[in-house]
Every structure is written in C-alpha cells, then in structure tokens.
C-alpha cells in the first residue's frame, strides 16, 4: 500500500499537484462546445479553482517570506507583512464565510501566543526580537495550507495509512528529541502527545496530518534560517525545548479547537452587526 511508506514530503508533493491539476468542473467546461462556456471558463487556468490552492501558495510563498528577511529591517519586514495579509485575504475570498471566520480565530490566537511566548517570555526569539509583520497572517496561511491539505481527495482517501505514517514519523522525532539528539526536547515530546490526542479525538485527522507536514516543513526551515530560534528551556528552567521542538504541529491541534468553538460564534456576530 502506498500510504504505508509516504512521508511529509511525499503527502506536500502529492496535494500540490493535485492542486495544479484541472478540476472536474473545469475539465468538463474544456469539452463543452465553445459556444456553451462561460468567457471566465476559457481566460481563467484550471488550478486558480482548486480547493487545493492554498497549498502550493502557502509552500512557495512562506519560504519566500523567510529567505527575503534574512538581514532585512523592521520596514521590510512591513512589507511582507502587508504582502502576506494581501495574499491570506485573496485566497479567503474563494472559502466559505465559516472558514474565514475561522481562520480569522487563529490568526488572533496565534498572534496572542506570539507575543505572550516571544517578546514577553522570550521561549523563542525572533532575529530582531520582535514578532515580525508577517508572522499573524503567515499562522494564517498555514492553517488554510493545513485546512487544504485535509480536504484533498488523495489525503482523505488514504487517511488511515497517513495517520498512521504521521504517527510513526512524529514519534520517532520526539524520541530522537528526548534520547538522540545533542540538545534534549521535552517540549517537543509534550506537543506530540497533544497531536496524538487530537488524531484521536479530534474533529479532523487529515487536518491534523497536513499540519504536521506544513508545520514540521517550516519550523526546520525557520530555524535553520536563523528567522527565529527556541531557548533551550522555557522560563521556569525545567522544561527543556529542542530548536525547533520536535512535535511543534500539535500546536495547531489547539489553534483547530480554537477555529472550531470560536469560529461559528465570529461568524453568528459578524452577521447580527451586519443584519438591519
């Protein structure tokens, strides 16, 4: 069986391409005859109507975002940051009014765990010691990447296999953390247990698999960068963090739970201050 042996590469590599393949709907307006499609049929590519497209955007922008601020200043920074918020806002004009409520819950939750654990606790630091402009809608985009991901035909298909893949892979880093590598990462260890109970119980494991693809992806990449970097032990001293910290996708197990209780009740209010 296939999904037996993909990794996080495989299961980013195979959603992506699904993305730029041409949806069914587009493929069908191809084989109309050209008097019957619609003139956006013909002017706009197939992928632009993905589901999956926030998946190669997030996969190519983010790591753009990240090489660009190598040695970049604050005012830079801002700019990305606005070209981030741009983006995040374009793709979520093509989902649901729940999901943007939603991945508007996990910007502002994100951003408040930002700031509590950067600037104030300093558990991680930025390269400038601050949370850089593009940082709240980038948790943004990798909560719609994961979201995306979830939802592929090809995930949800194999979703078994992928959990169990995710499983495997995830607990053999948290092991690696906590007896092979140089620096010891408790916290990693923790957070992988959090991604086991929200496979478990959660809402969406293939959400959950996707997170753990994108996140584990960008917190190598990051750090390797030099855009931030973990302390060796949160604030008490007792609780030692690998850089990165090996389960750091659990995380957005909790930015899910948040998306999912407080999402609906944004949307509800948004619509009662809209209502006459």
């Avoid at 940082?135 to 592929?152: E, K, Q, T, W």
């Avoid at 990462?185 to 969406?204: E, M, P, Q, T």
């Amino acid at each position: 069986m296939h999904a037996a042996v993909a990794g996080p590469a495989d299961i980013l590599g195979t959603v992506t391409a699904e993305a730029s393949a041409p949806s069914a709907a587009a493929a069908a307006a191809s084989r109309a005859p050209r008097s019957a499609r619609l003139p956006s049929s013909r002017s706009r590519a197939a992928w632009q109507d993905s589901p999956l497209l926030p998946v190669p955007v997030t996969l190519t922008w983010v790591p753009l975002v990240l090489l660009l601020d190598r040695g970049a200043d604050v005012s830079f920074q801002r700019a990305l940051g606005a070209g981030t918020w741009l983006l995040l806002l374009a793709l979520l004009r093509r989902e649901s009014p729940l999901v943007r409520a939603q991945v508007a819950v996990v910007v502002a939750f994100a951003s408040a765990i930002e700031y509590t654990f950067s600037p104030l606790l300093e558990v991680y630091i930025y390269r400038l010691h601050n949370v850089p402009a593009f940082v709240p809608p980038g948790h943004g985009l990798v909560y719609l990447c994961a979201l995306a991901i979830g939802r592929s035909a090809w995930v949800v298909a194999r979703r078994r296999g992928l959990m169990t893949v995710t499983i495997v892979l995830g607990g053999a880093y948290a092991a690696w953390g906590l007896v092979l590598s140089p620096r010891l990462d408790v916290l990693g260890a923790f957070w992988f247990l959090c991604l086991l109970g929200f496979l478990r119980w959660g809402r969406s494991q293939t959400l959950y698999v996707g997170a753990f693809a994108v996140v584990t992806y960008l917190e190598l990449l990051g750090t390797w960068l030099g855009t931030w970097a973990w302390q060796a032990h949160d604030p008490t001293g007792l609780v030692a963090i690998g850089n990165p910290p090996s389960g750091a996708a659990g995380g957005y197990g909790w930015f899910d739970l948040a998306a999912v209780l407080a999402g609906p009740v944004v949307l509800a209010a948004v619509r009662t201050v809209r209502r006459p």
